[in-house]
């Protein structure tokens, strides 16, 4: 009788063995690996969303700087001569950049021109445009006033501490002096009084821009370069 006791014990035993659930360690385990796992995922997802968000705002700021370097390039690209404006088409200055163009007139009219400005202000970065100009007296007493209710004004973009513009002046590099330009118009002029040249169109005093931007958003500027009237 004593082996079959034995062989019951044994056998209720292992029956305990199999059905009892885990014990409080087993559960502080898998609890504490459950966790980890949880903690590892939650950085991964996210930098995850931090990398796209990131990828996001750059993508944005990419097509902001494209569409605003892209309306200054049409606008260099459309500024009229020296002799049109009698001064420079091109001016610039601590408080911005000036262009004289030609005005997009529909077919049929006469040629019209308008004066462009770009300011910063208050962090934004806007486009003011003139009334269309159709004469010389019109087109001298507006570049020597400010923007009035008549102009439209297009902010472009925001976020912008300063903007520095740099001209191309022939014989004399980039500059940010408006003298250097005066000076170059002037030799432009009295260059027409030598009979070899007078019957050549009068030279553009500024040839290229340089326009540097910097916003709070960047590590440092972002320039690009334009040709004028080409």
């Known amino acids: 009788m004593k082996p079959a006791v034995r062989y019951k014990r044994r056998a209720v035993t292992r029956a305990y063995a199999q059905e009892r659930g885990f014990t409080l360690l087993e559960l502080l385990v898998a609890v504490a690996i459950l966790a980890v796992v949880a903690v590892l995922a939650w950085r991964g997802l996210d930098a995850i969303a931090r990398g796209r968000d990131s990828i996001s705002r750059s993508m944005a700021d990419e097509r902001v700087f494209a569409q605003l370097f892209d309306q200054m390039r049409i606008d260099a690209r459309l500024a009229v001569s020296d002799d049109e404006t009698g001064g420079s088409a091109v001016a610039a200055d601590a408080s911005g950049l000036q262009i004289v163009r030609t005005y997009p007139a529909a077919a049929g009219m006469a040629p019209r021109l308008e004066v462009v400005r770009y300011h910063v202000a208050e962090g934004l970065v806007i486009r003011y445009a003139s009334p269309p100009i159709?004469?010389?007296?019109?087109?001298r007493r507006i570049m020597r006033?400010?923007?009035?209710?008549?102009?439209?004004?297009?902010?472009?973009?925001?976020?912008?501490?300063?903007?520095?513009?740099?001209?191309?002046?022939?014989?004399?590099?980039?500059?940010?002096?408006?003298?250097?330009?005066r000076s170059a118009i002037a030799t432009n002029d009295n260059n027409l009084t030598i009979p070899q040249l007078a019957t050549m169109p009068l030279p553009r005093a500024v040839t290229g821009v340089r326009v540097s931007i910097s916003a709070s958003s960047l590590k440092r500027p972002v320039s690009r370069a334009f040709l004028v009237g080409e």
Request: aromatic letters at 10%; hydrophobic letters at 35%.
């Open 145 to 181: 006033k400010g923007e009035d209710g008549t102009w439209s004004s297009v902010p472009l973009m925001g976020g912008v501490g300063a903007i520095q513009v740099r001209m191309y002046v022939p014989k004399t590099g980039w500059t940010t002096h408006m003298d250097d330009v």
């Open 134 to 139: 159709g004469n010389f007296s019109q087109l």
